[in-house]
């Protein structure tokens, strides 16, 4: 049985803190244990927590991929998602400078793309407008947009700054504060995955899976 949150100690971004200056498998190998204890555990807590509301969450491995991350083995992060769908889920993070919850849609795959830019242009970008509207000014909302306009779209189209995203995505960001050390993170936690949630379960619906379940065999 996991043992009930009751936050981040402030081991945790003592623990990044110190990677950051010292990434190599020699200093992992010395210090796995303060990651276990003060970052892995209260994670899984947290996550076991959140997950009657929002579903399982998948806690990511601590591991860089080698191929992408040059002379870095270890995350200086710690991550954990719940999916809705490909590439669309909620997100929360510790690093040395504290605290992050997001979600959106984050990698477009396959026929996302497409179905994406059909909803904006159809009756539902209605609501994807006003959930934009409606999301509070503390979260940074980012598009990877296009710099131009998407190929056969109006340059006056009502709804192009929606049709230029490529991702829609939503943070937030907290400074490491004696509050994080206290199971107040997860209402903070809760709270913000609920204020986004409406915004995923948009895109759930509209971009929907990578591949079309059809053309399975």
Same mark, same amino acid.
């Given at each position: 049985m996991t043992d009930p949150f009751?936050?981040?100690?402030?081991?945790?971004? &003592?623990?990044? $803190?110190?990677?950051?200056?010292?990434?190599?498998?020699?200093?992992w190998n010395e210090h796995r244990g303060e990651y276990e204890e003060f970052v892995k555990a209260p994670f899984t807590a947290?996550?076991?927590?959140l997950e009657p509301t929002f579903?399982?969450?998948?806690?990511?491995?601590p591991y860089n991929d080698t191929r992408f991350h040059k002379g870095e083995p270890l995350k200086t992060h710690q991550g954990a998602t719940v999916m809705?769908?490909?590439?669309?889920?909620?997100?929360?993070q510790v690093s040395a400078t504290g605290l992050m919850?997001?979600?959106?849609?984050?990698s477009p795959g396959g026929e996302q793309l497409r179905?994406?830019? &059909?909803?904006? $242009?159809?009756?539902?970008?209605?609501?994807?407008?006003?959930?934009m509207k409606?999301?509070?000014?503390?979260?940074?909302?980012?598009?990877?947009?296009l710099a131009t306009k998407p190929k056969g779209v109006d340059a006056d189209h009502p709804r192009l700054d929606l049709l230029r995203n490529r991702r829609l995505t939503a943070a937030r960001n907290y400074a490491v504060e004696p509050w994080i050390s206290t199971r107040k993170t997860l209402s903070v936690v809760r709270k913000d995955w609920n204020t986004i949630l409406p915004l995923l379960e948009w895109l759930a619906d509209h971009v929907g899976p990578a591949e079309d379940p059809g053309n399975q065999g």
């Amino acid at each position: 049985m996991t043992d009930p949150f009751a936050g981040f100690p402030v081991q945790a971004f &003592e623990f990044y $803190d110190a990677l950051s200056a010292n990434n190599t498998k020699p200093w992992w190998n010395e210090h796995r244990g303060e990651y276990e204890e003060f970052v892995k555990a209260p994670f899984t807590a947290l996550t076991a927590e959140l997950e009657p509301t929002f579903g399982a969450a998948k806690l990511f491995r601590p591991y860089n991929d080698t191929r992408f991350h040059k002379g870095e083995p270890l995350k200086t992060h710690q991550g954990a998602t719940v999916m809705l769908e490909d590439g669309v889920g909620l997100y929360v993070q510790v690093s040395a400078t504290g605290l992050m919850t997001a979600g959106g849609w984050y990698s477009p795959g396959g026929e996302q793309l497409r179905r994406y830019r &059909e909803a904006v $242009d159809g009756p539902a970008g209605a609501e994807l407008e006003r959930l934009m509207k409606v999301l509070p000014k503390t979260f940074t909302v980012d598009g990877n947009q296009l710099a131009t306009k998407p190929k056969g779209v109006d340059a006056d189209h009502p709804r192009l700054d929606l049709l230029r995203n490529r991702r829609l995505t939503a943070a937030r960001n907290y400074a490491v504060e004696p509050w994080i050390s206290t199971r107040k993170t997860l209402s903070v936690v809760r709270k913000d995955w609920n204020t986004i949630l409406p915004l995923l379960e948009w895109l759930a619906d509209h971009v929907g899976p990578a591949e079309d379940p059809g053309n399975q065999g």
